[in-house]
């Protein structure tokens, strides 16, 4: 069993920058999928970030250029560089991980899942 914990959620302007943690517990994290998603208020979950296992990143196109996904094996740890916030990627962003992902986003092929951290963003 994994477990994950998300942090660094918080309220920032529109500009500004955050960057998210999620730590996970178990000794499979280097060979697993990581992505992250977000949920708005009255909207559908979406993919956001995802990186494999070999550290290759995958973005959703509202967030290309802006976001980078990285990993540190050593740590057991990704990260969500989030930078030129938009009043837009305000949701409850979550973290999840996934032995065996094809897809990296869809959501439906991770095993796991973090209990969620807010990010609002102020215009």
């Known amino acids: 069993q994994v477990q994950l914990a998300e942090s660094g959620g918080g309220l920032v302007q529109a500009g500004g920058s955050l960057r998210l943690s999620c730590a996970a517990s178990g000794r499979t994290f280097s060979t697993m999928s990581m992505g992250w998603f977000r949920q708005a208020p009255g909207k559908e979950r979406e993919f956001v970030a995802g990186?494999?296992?070999?550290?290759?990143?995958t973005y959703a196109d509202s967030v290309k250029g802006r976001f980078t996904i990285s990993r540190d094996n050593a740590k057991n740890t990704v990260y969500l560089q989030m930078n030129s916030l938009k009043p837009e990627d305000t949701a409850v962003y979550y973290c999840?991980?996934?032995?065996?992902?094809?897809?990296?986003?869809?959501?439906?092929?991770?095993?796991?899942w973090g209990q969620g951290t807010q990010v609002t963003v102020s215009s």
């Open positions: 990186i494999n296992w070999s550290s290759v990143g």
């Open positions: 999840a991980g996934g032995g065996l992902v094809a897809t990296i986003q869809r959501g439906v092929e991770y095993d796991y």
